[in-house]
């Protein structure tokens, strides 16, 4: 089994260098059709490997698969309103977005990895951490519901604030660095607001996982298939996000869909060994709450003027 999570981690890295170097150079940037077709080979990408669970584990691996891929993705929405915020808050070039989302999911893929091997050992050990998880689902959902939107301020950011003290901040964006020598004839080392930007983006995915990753170990606890779910959600994350940035509000109504998600899940969680819910049925419910929230938006846009 190992021998397989190397080759697909490997298979991760090599995309994620290929989409960096080869399809998406220096200061280039990302236009809504390359976008979206990037987003579509994602998506094809993860059907493939879908039949190749299917073929090597079975069928009831590859619906655990197809389910965590689209709450994982669905999820993952939410994820695009924040690195919204983010960018726009700090300004961000448009050419330099695509290489903060590249390390920030570079990031983001080790942290997961983490949390889910954490999160499924602790499983078989401690079974009654399963209830823990699903109150934190429904919570998480009840928030969204009142809270609307995820309200995020940058600037109270604890990582920003502790970077500042740590390492002076040039005022200004330097290209694509992270870091630079030398600032307008000052000699030493200081960070540039692009380092600021990717430490939110590392330190609001924390938080996302908090949620996401409990949902799919509610459908799994296979951390093979929780894991890479994951991944190719969070690869198509960065395209995605360039496809619909110029549409986020027009779905109005999808953050209550992910939030009736996220309780549904919670109850599952809760009451699995007295209920049990069959995959197939979780993932019909899990579509069917998105494309309600999808087309209610659709029908009732956000009114202008």
Known sequence: MLYFWILFN????????????????????????????????WIALAAAFAAI???????????????????????SVDNLFVFLIIFRYFTVPDEQQHRVLFWGILGAL??????????????????WILYGFGALLIYSGVRVCALGEHQIDPSKNPVVNG??????????????????????GNPGLYATPLLIVLAVIETTDVLFAVDSIPAVLAITLNAFIVYTSNV?????????YFAVAGLMKVFRFLHYGLAVVLILIGVKMLTADYFPVPTAATLGIVAGVLAVSVTASVLRPVKRG
């Open 10 to 41: 490997l298979f991760a890295l090599g995309m994620l260098a290929l989409d960096l170097r080869v399809f998406h150079r220096p200061g280039h940037v990302v236009g809504f059709r390359e976008a979206l077709g990037w987003s579509a080979m």
């Open 53 to 75: 669970i299917l073929l090597w584990q079975g069928h009831q691996a590859a619906l655990e698969f197809v389910t965590g891929y689209v709450l994982e993705l669905s999820l």
């Open 110 to 127: 080790v942290m997961r990895g983490f949390f889910i091997l954490a999160g499924v050992n602790l499983i078989h050990r401690f079974h």
């Open 163 to 184: 970077l500042r003290q740590i390492i002076p901040v040039t005022s200004d964006y330097q290209g694509g660095r992270f870091f630079v020598r030398d600032w307008r």
């Open 232 to 240: 190719f959600a969070i690869l198509g994350l960065r395209s995605m």
